[in-house]
């Protein structure tokens, strides 16, 4: 039967099923796993481990003090954590490495040293994220010599009173928004990887700052003095055999009442996702420590004595925990895995890794106590390396694009000849090419996509996008009516920002660009544009997003947008440079209004390209508020900043200030029109922005002032093509003429669909026309080309013999190149119709 329970402790089954646990409720918020409401709580198992450090760490040291250093003691321990921590991050790094998602380097370099947790922008971008916990064991057992000069004399009553308020303390979490009349929920604002605002960086600091988790080291210590205490108290008594009956069901009740919450959702606490962690559930967990060690002088519960039988498990719960993303990594089967089968998984290359390497490594570790000082450099060094280390997998480029190793550029002509050399330029020559875009970021964000240039006081002004989607899937709850269950939850996450940036222009170079393929500038890193806010002065990462419910499977599906897309850089009315984009709203004080969750243009004008103070983004009122709006044009006329609302009817909207639109004229173009009747399933949208042209010797097709444009034409099933267009440099601004299709280079998505490409830009420089375009979500490229080359691209008459594929060209009606006389009937009315500019 069982014996006196001394100060061997029969942990070993509950920190290996505390861990196993947190495996399983890591794979539920992928959500890889079956949506059991239970599995969801494995978070709440980190916590304990605190608590659960600090009663062993006190128990002996109340036993048998140690003389020893502060820092001599700190490295003493530190072999049960950093060795087998710093092997894990080889195959991690390698790993990130093949899936491109490497973190910065000064995030890998912070967390050799056991510094992620502790940097808030770096916590959540980590390798290994889920070992954030070791940051704060070392300042625990930093502080734990002055916290034991602190607690070892004290009595019954200071130790219980001492507990009750560290059991307390979590509860701010919940007291403090309630009081302030704030949802006890703030915390969703935060979404995964952002640390741009205050509550980014409290939630954050919440969840994972060691200084948030000291109490609970505490508690652990406390409860390692209250054991003592206890058992001084029950082997003076009269009658010690009454003290066993509670701990014999103190372990077992904490866990039915932990079950309990775990699996019934009317139990769960308010603000669950921080209250829980920090923990609301301590005393529960605290029942379980305190009931499974026993007190030393009496017998040890039946429950305890059983789980001696399988102590040896302890041996594996730590390989379980750091190791569980590897495995998942290396496991095969994608989307939802095998439970059992990937368990046993898990548990057995613990069992490997701790039998053949770990041992190994805390051998030498503890041999070494000189060598072992260089370590973490020397991880430092090694994580560097790699991170710095050419990309194993590049973004795809299409074979027609590929150059051969001696080639000039990064690009491909498309004259199809030498070109003839003039007196005003290079007529004839045409290049498309990749740009030297870099985001200061990294590539880990996404590629660099969707570029937009402007020629401002003596500078060429550079905006972009930096895109990235993913498919994350997990489970959550659903409210159906007034009823509240378990659903799969798919997010579909666009992660954007747009960058900015600026480079001298050096006009010869430009002149030559057509030419020689070569870019006027070199690689160009561009600064998200941190400094954006809203009219409300909200950052602009919190959007409205779209969501859905499917019945059938029951799945949510959610659109998720992290921040601005698409911008449309221009020089503005007073020769500052305005940028105009579309975005889902920033959420703002009262959230999204209902059916407000669309795509809308904002224009910031006096942009800071170096964020040296803070610009607006203005929500433009031209459109509809209840339908997604995009692809406006902008250009200026007159001083005043107009916007193409739409090609066909082609609508020009005035913006007024602060987002007002105040006038609108609508016109006609004849072979849009005729195409748009014999193809409804076309659509027809604008691009890039408009310039004015005042060089008659350059265009002879239109030898007179005029507006140049973009266009692109798009069937339901994703095909693209583009042209060039021109319009009056005069209200009601009529179409004059569209071009041939542009030899625009698609790309494949990053989902499914047929190869595209996205035209974002357009630059003039002299007679230098720079056509700005993403090729799928893959890279920036452009197609460059003299003006009189574009100028030739509206001699073509007749039918236009490139549309996209289901469009019959030979049909009537379809698009022919023409002049004013072909029928662009003007007229000016007021309003904007709806769905326009999409």
């Not at 808030?120 to 916990?133: A, I, K, N």
């Not at 003290?243 to 039915?256: G, I, N």
């Not at 007073?574 to 224009?603: I, K, Y």
Request: glycine share 8%; charged share 15%.
């Amino acid at each position: 039967g069982p014996q006196k329970a001394g100060d061997r402790f029969p942990l070993g089954l509950a920190r290996f099923m505390a861990s196993m646990h947190v495996v399983v409720g890591h794979l539920y918020a992928r959500g890889v796993t079956p949506p059991s409401y239970f599995f969801g709580w494995g978070f709440t198992w980190v916590p304990w481990f605190f608590m659960l450090s600090g009663f062993v760490l006190f128990t002996a040291h109340l036993r048998r003090a140690k003389q020893e250093g502060v820092i001599e003691y700190v490295m003493r321990r530190s072999v049960s954590i950093y060795p087998l921590y710093a092997f894990s991050l080889i195959p991690a790094i390698i790993l990130a490495k093949v899936k491109n998602r490497v973190p910065n380097v000064e995030v890998l370099v912070g967390q050799s040293f056991l510094l992620q947790a502790w940097v808030p922008v770096w916590t959540e971008h980590s390798l290994q994220m889920h070992c954030w916990f070791l940051s704060a064991m070392v300042v625990f057992w930093l502080l734990f010599r002055p916290l034991s000069q602190c607690l070892k004399d004290l009595q019954l009553r200071g130790t219980v009173g001492l507990m009750l308020a560290l059991f307390a303390l979590p509860w701010l979490v919940i007291l403090v928004p309630l009081e302030g009349g704030i949802d006890v929920n703030w915390y969703h604002e935060h979404h995964w990887g952002k640390a741009q605002t205050y509550v980014d960086v409290a939630v954050v600091a919440l969840k994972f700052h060691p200084a948030c988790y000291l109490h609970v080291f505490v508690l652990g210590m406390l409860l390692a003095k209250l054991r003592l205490l206890l058992d001084a108290k029950a082997t003076a008594s009269a009658r010690p055999g009454r003290w066993r009956l509670p701990f014999e069901l103190m372990a077992p009740v904490a866990y039915l009442i932990l079950g309990l919450i775990f699996f019934i959702p009317e139990l769960c606490p308010l603000a669950y996702k921080l209250s829980a962690r920090l923990s609301v559930l301590l005393p529960l967990q605290g029942m379980v420590l305190l009931g499974l060690a026993g007190l030393p002088n009496m017998p040890m519960s039946w429950v305890a004595w059983l789980a001696m039988k399988v102590n040896f498990l302890e041996n594996y719960s730590y390989a379980v925990y750091v190791f569980q993303f590897i495995c998942y990594d290396l496991w095969p089967q994608e989307g939802k895995v095998n439970l059992g089968w990937f368990l046993v998984f898990v548990a057995s290359c613990a069992v490997l890794i701790s039998t053949f390497i770990q041992r190994h490594i805390q051998a030498w570790w503890s041999a070494h106590p000189k060598g072992r000082m260089f370590v973490p450099l020397c991880m430092s060094v090694f994580l560097f390396t790699v991170a710095m280390a050419p990309e194993i997998h590049y973004p795809y480029v299409p074979e027609s694009q590929r150059l051969d190793a001696g080639a000039a550029a990064a690009g491909r002509r498309l004259d199809g000849a030498d070109g003839q050399a003039t007196d005003g330029g290079y007529r004839g020559f045409m290049v498309d090419v990749r740009l030297p875009l870099a985001s200061a970021d990294g590539a880990t964000l996404g590629s660099v996509i969707n570029p937009s240039f402007a020629v401002s006081g003596g500078k060429v002004v550079i905006a972009a996008r930096q895109h990235k989607f993913e498919t994350i899937t997990h489970n959550g709850w659903r409210l159906t009516g007034g009823s509240v269950g378990p659903a799969f939850v798919e997010e579909r996450v666009w992660s954007s920002q747009i960058l900015l940036g600026e480079v001298p222009v050096d006009r010869e170079l430009w002149a030559k660009w057509p030419e020689t393929g070569e870019a006027p500038f070199s690689e160009i890193v561009l600064s998200p544009w941190y400094w954006l806010r809203s009219d409300q002065q909200h950052h602009w990462d919190h959007l409205c997003m779209q969501e859905s419910y499917d019945p059938v499977n029951n799945t949510i599906v959610r659109k998720r947008v992290t921040g601005p897309e698409d911008p449309k850089i221009f020089s503005g009315a007073t020769g500052s440079v305005d940028v105009a984009f579309s975005s889902f709203r920033p959420l703002g004080e009262e959230g999204c209004a209902p059916g407000e969750n669309v795509p809308q243009m904002f224009l910031a004008t006096n942009a800071s390209v170096d964020g040296q103070r803070e610009d607006v983004g203005y929500h433009l009122q031209c459109g509809h508020p209840d339908v997604a709006e995009k692809n406006w044009i902008p250009f200026v006329y007159e001083g005043e900043v107009h916007f193409v609302y739409s090609p066909q009817p082609h609508k020009v909207v005035k913006a007024g200030p602060e987002g007002a639109c105040e006038s609108e004229y609508s016109t006609d173009f004849g072979p849009l029109a005729r195409l748009k009747r014999n193809s409804s399933h076309i659509d027809i949208r604008g691009s890039g922005q408009a310039l004015l042209i005042d060089d008659t010797d350059a265009t002879p097709n239109l030898p007179k002032v005029h507006y140049l444009a973009l266009l692109h034409m798009v069937d339901g099933e994703g095909h693209y093509a583009h042209f060039a267009y021109r319009f009056s440099a005069h209200p009601p601004f009529n179409i004059l003429q569209v071009s041939e299709q542009l030899p625009i280079l698609g790309a494949p998505a990053s989902r499914s669909g047929p190869e595209f490409a996205f035209v974002s830009g357009l630059t003039v420089v002299d007679r230098t026309v720079v056509i700005t375009y993403g090729a799928g979500d893959n890279e920036a490229r452009a197609l460059v080309l003299t003006m009189e080359r574009l100028d030739e691209m509206f001699e073509c008459s007749g039918e236009l013999q490139a549309l996209p594929a289901s469009v019959d060209a030979s049909a009537p009606g379809a698009l022919a190149s023409a002049n004013a006389s072909v029928g662009a009937n003007a007229s000016a009315g007021a309003g904007a119709s709806a769905g326009g500019g999409r």
